[in-house]
């Protein structure tokens, strides 16, 4: 079975630090990965997604993260936050098996940006 | 074009009685998803409606929970007798293909006292 774990339940950073959110996620097939972000009072979005491909996913906002198949890792990083990064992030899976079609998510890590 | 919209945003039931959650999915999308997550915790899977039929439906707590999508449009969830566990957030999602994006509501905030 699936599962996704997100090892930081919040994060506290400064403006223009980077930061890492970190995931782990286990499941015996080839695996699609995605972040989404909830912003206060909305719904969640999709932020990036692994299909296939370079392992190396990007954001239209300056997010990234690594897909690494050895460490069943999908961390997301940003070289330097804003105040309007504060949101809460989730980490998901979906499988092959299943054609895609169920998405499994994590607990969510709450990144808190101070000025 | 609408999104995914969510009824109630936020519903205060005593233990017992009875709440029926709305889901309406953006339009032509054939895979609507059910989501809960309480109090912090992972988002968990409830269900899955391909249209109309019941794709995977393995998170459904109990069988006080029942969840229909009619003509394959908007879809329900009821929670019946409600139970001081059931509080939490309900979230409901809708994606044409296998490999897409969900498109989330803003959810539905359940409370049971």
């Known amino acids: 079975a699936q599962s996704v774990t997100q090892l930081d339940s919040q994060v506290p950073v400064f403006e223009e630090a980077p930061v890492e959110l970190r995931c782990n996620y286990s499941?015996?097939?080839?695996?699609?990965l995605f972040w989404y972000v909830q912003y206060p009072n909305q719904g969640l979005q999709l932020l990036l997604k692994?299909?296939?491909?370079?392992?190396l996913v990007e954001s239209i906002n300056g997010f990234e993260a690594e897909f690494n198949k050895s460490q069943t890792s999908f961390h997301l990083r940003k070289p330097s936050v804003h105040i309007s990064d504060t949101a809460e992030y989730f980490c998901?899976?979906?499988?092959?098996?299943?054609?895609?079609?169920?998405?499994?998510f994590g607990a969510g890590t709450r990144l808190f940006v101070k000025a | 074009e609408a999104g995914v919209t969510q009824f109630p945003s936020h519903s205060v039931i005593e233990k017992g009685q009875t709440v029926t959650l709305r889901c309406d999915p953006i339009s032509g999308h054939d895979n609507l998803y059910w989501y809960r997550r309480v109090m912090g915790k992972e988002i968990k899977f409830l269900l899955h409606f391909v249209k109309e039929s019941k794709q995977d439906e393995s998170g459904m707590p109990n069988n006080r929970f029942l969840a229909e999508r009619t003509g394959g449009t908007y879809s329900t969830l009821k929670v019946q007798p409600a139970e001081l566990e059931d509080s939490g957030v309900y979230f409901c999602a809708s994606k044409e293909g296998n490999t897409g994006e969900l498109f989330f509501g803003e959810g539905s905030r359940l409370t049971v006292l």
């Open positions: 499941s015996s097939v080839s695996v699609y």
């Open positions: 998901a899976v979906s499988d092959r098996y299943t054609g895609g079609f169920k998405t499994i």
């Open positions: 692994y299909l296939s491909g370079s392992t």
